[in-house]
């Protein structure tokens, strides 16, 4: 039986400070009413994503809940991402404060992060800095 993996791989993950570092400095940002998002071209054939949530947020079971969401969305859906980019989520208070009052679910955060994808793409593709997946999904 071959069951497919139900998790990212280490290498589809930033995890090392001076990665994160790197996209902190150099990055282009995206702002979105959830989101902070910051990503930088990594030279390497797929992306990888980080995930930033301050303690502010809520509790560590809120904020690990949070962290598998945005993971297993991107995991779902890395042919809507543009490849070839160390992507940084970072959740802002007016995530937080609808996450604690269950008014987003795994749907609306689906709906933000895709959006943000095309975003990303879209922008690279003004700039002239076009990386096309080899699967397109409309």
């Known amino acids: 039986m071959n ?16 990665d994160f ?19 930088i071209d990594n030279g390497l054939p797929f992306s990888r994503i980080g995930i930033s949530v ?3 947020f809520g509790k560590a079971h809120t904020r690990n809940r949070l962290r598998r ?10 042919a809507v991402f ?3 980019y160390d992507i940084l989520f970072i959740a802002r ?12 679910g795994y749907h609306q955060l689906c709906e933000k992060l895709l ?3 095309r975003r990303i793409d879209e ?5 002239g800095n076009c990386k096309k997946n080899s699967t397109e999904v409309n």
Do not use: C, T
């Open 3 to 18: 069951l497919e993996r139900a998790f990212l791989k280490k290498e589809e993950r930033l995890r090392k400070k001076a």
């Open 21 to 39: 570092d790197r996209v902190f400095k150099h990055g282009d940002v995206i702002q979105d009413p959830f989101f902070v998002v910051i990503y």
């Open 54 to 56: 301050k303690k502010k």
């Open 69 to 78: 969401l945005i993971k297993e969305i991107f995991r779902k859906n890395k």
């Open 82 to 84: 543009p490849r070839g």
């Open 93 to 104: 208070k007016e995530l937080s404060d609808s996450f604690r009052r269950n008014e987003v």
């Open 115 to 117: 959006r943000i994808a």
């Open 123 to 127: 922008k690279q593709e003004k700039n």
